[in-house]
């Protein structure tokens, strides 16, 4: 029995965070929200560091419905974007450098956004997490929480539900 | 809603840091139906690829024009914040094209507002997204 040896561990940390780099640094969107990801092995948090410009509510003060909203949609769509791609990832077929240079592969889109408002948003980071409840060869459902100080008090939680790619170019 | 009140209601809106940053405009407010614009912006994409606004800029518009029509409702809530919105997406906006949503509270209770909106494009004919939510009455 002839083993493949695996690849040194900096080598895979690399491709993984590369592929990563280039899915939310060529969004305008995410940039524009400052959002940015947390990577540990498969596992994604998304962070959306606090913004004066975030703020919806001046006298409370509370963070925007709207943010907090798009905040879990661009969660859910790079929590999706990345199980689809993980095999690729892992193999070594897509290419970071490519990505990087604007050849995105296609990304899911959005068919239709639930978003519940649990608690008001506070002026500090918000964190969220996406969970690919179901991923089909053309829809897939998606459930993402947000919380702030406390992971066991999440200020939002959405379902999403989203058209896949099609596979055959 | 006199024009007086819906200046200052336009002034209230166009004030919040998150609506100044995305460019939101209210057009019109009367008695519980509210109108909103926001302009194409490179900042908003969110598929590089087609130059298409990302979901969560209307989502931010629908939410902010959906509050506003509970605001500018008869029975005058004192404040509002949103239990829940659905949002469709039927097409992707066009890109270069200002999107503007039109909200409309049609039933209200002493606690909670409901809501529906739609979202177009410069083709009014075929809608962008639509959207239902409930939000909190305070103050009634």
């Given at each position: 029995m002839s083993r493949v040896k695996p690849e040194p561990m900096q080598v895979i940390k690399q491709r993984r965070d590369a592929v990563l780099n280039a899915l939310v640094s060529g969004v305008p969107y995410v940039q524009f929200l400052g959002i940015h990801f947390d990577r540990r092995g498969d596992e994604l948090t998304a962070v959306m560091p606090f913004e004066?410009?975030?703020?919806?509510?001046?006298m409370l003060p509370a963070l925007h419905g709207g943010a907090t909203a798009a905040f879990l949609e661009v969660t859910a769509i790079i929590g999706l974007s990345w199980s689809m791609l993980w095999q690729d990832i892992e193999s070594g077929n897509l290419d970071a450098e490519e990505m990087a240079a604007g050849n995105m592969p296609r990304l899911p889109k959005t068919i239709s956004f639930t978003v519940d408002y649990l608690r008001s948003g506070l002026p500090r980071d918000a964190y969220a997490r996406a969970h690919v409840t179901r991923s089909g060869r053309r829809y897939a459902t998606v459930h993402t929480e947000a919380w702030q100080?406390?992971?066991?008090?999440?200020?939002a939680q959405a379902t999403a539900h989203f058209l896949m790619p099609r596979q055959d170019g | 809603m006199d024009i007086n009140q819906t200046k200052i209601a336009k002034q209230f809106i166009e004030a919040i840091p998150h609506s100044q940053a995305l460019g939101m405009k209210l057009a019109s407010v009367s008695k519980g139906t509210a109108e909103m614009t926001m302009d194409y912006n490179k900042?908003?994409?969110?598929d590089p690829a087609t130059g298409v606004i990302h979901g969560g800029a209307v989502s931010a518009l629908m939410d902010t024009c959906c509050g506003t029509a509970v605001m500018s409702h008869?029975?005058?809530?004192t404040s509002t914040a949103t239990i829940d919105l659905r949002i469709d997406y039927m097409r992707p906006a066009t890109p270069g094209q200002r999107i503007t949503a039109i909200a409309e509270c049609y039933h209200i209770t002493r606690s909670v507002a409901f809501v529906r909106a739609r979202a177009i494009d410069e083709d009014a004919d075929r809608p962008v997204a639509t959207a239902t939510g409930t939000f909190t009455v305070e103050g009634k």
């Open positions: 004066e410009r975030l703020i919806g509510n001046p100080d406390n992971r066991a008090r999440p200020i | 900042q908003f994409v969110g008869p029975s005058s809530p």
